[in-house]
């Protein structure tokens, strides 16, 4: 199986603690080869054993049964998240500012129409495919754009990342 980047919503934030040596240790019990983790957010780099839709539902099984809390789990390939950076719709002021947001899945038509039009403030938003893109006017910690928001207006749950860790992650899984 090829390396995945692999995203876990909400981890270290709230009541989600996970020590990023425990997380691969769990993806290599799940027979993950390749493991490796970047910065303590959620972030794994693997080949899974098997279909990475299984794997990724075996990888929330498994946080679940260990921590009592239950975490989406994303994942891509590498060519996929290229892709969402190559399609990023708008002009990058600060990486810091500009997110791609996975998803758990393709949001219906209507939830994306209806999504885009909502006023954000500053803030700007397009869905493209799975992913929806974001660039915060004042960042990701002073939006209305929250993750309830985003999973309530369109459907699906995500986990956002910043244009300089999805590049970092893009980086790594290539390497």
Same mark, same amino acid.
């Given at each position: 199986m090829s390396r995945r980047i692999v995203l876990i919503r909400a981890i270290n934030v709230g009541g989600a603690k996970l020590p990023m040596a425990e997380l691969r240790e769990i993806a290599t019990d799940l027979g993950a080869d390749d493991v490796s983790t970047y910065i303590a957010s959620g972030n794994l780099l693997c080949s899974p054993?098997? !279909?990475? !839709?299984?794997?990724?539902?075996?990888? !929330?099984?498994?946080?679940?049964?260990?921590?009592?809390?239950?975490r989406e789990v994303i994942s891509r390939t590498p060519e996929q998240v290229r892709a969402a950076l190559d399609v990023h719709p708008f002009d990058i002021?600060?990486?810091?500012?500009?997110?791609?947001?996975?998803?758990?899945?393709?949001?219906?038509?209507?939830? %994306?129409?209806?999504? !885009?039009r909502k006023d954000?403030? #500053?803030?700007? %938003?397009?869905?493209?495919?799975?992913?929806?893109?974001?660039?915060?006017?004042?960042?990701?910690?002073?939006?209305?754009?929250?993750?309830?928001?985003?999973?309530?207006?369109?459907? %699906? #749950?995500g986990t956002g990342r910043n244009l300089r860790t999805v590049r970092k992650l893009l980086e790594l899984a290539v390497s």
């Amino acid at each position: 199986m090829s390396r995945r980047i692999v995203l876990i919503r909400a981890i270290n934030v709230g009541g989600a603690k996970l020590p990023m040596a425990e997380l691969r240790e769990i993806a290599t019990d799940l027979g993950a080869d390749d493991v490796s983790t970047y910065i303590a957010s959620g972030n794994l780099l693997c080949s899974p054993p098997a !279909e990475p !839709e299984q794997f990724d539902r075996a990888l !929330e099984a498994a946080m679940e049964d260990r921590y009592g809390w239950f975490r989406e789990v994303i994942s891509r390939t590498p060519e996929q998240v290229r892709a969402a950076l190559d399609v990023h719709p708008f002009d990058i002021v600060d990486d810091k500012y500009s997110y791609v947001y996975f998803l758990t899945g393709r949001p219906a038509p209507d939830k %994306v129409a209806a999504f !885009e039009r909502k006023d954000f403030g #500053q803030d700007i %938003v397009r869905v493209i495919g799975s992913d929806l893109h974001i660039r915060y006017a004042d960042g990701a910690g002073r939006s209305t754009l929250t993750a309830p928001a985003i999973a309530r207006g369109l459907g %699906v #749950q995500g986990t956002g990342r910043n244009l300089r860790t999805v590049r970092k992650l893009l980086e790594l899984a290539v390497s």
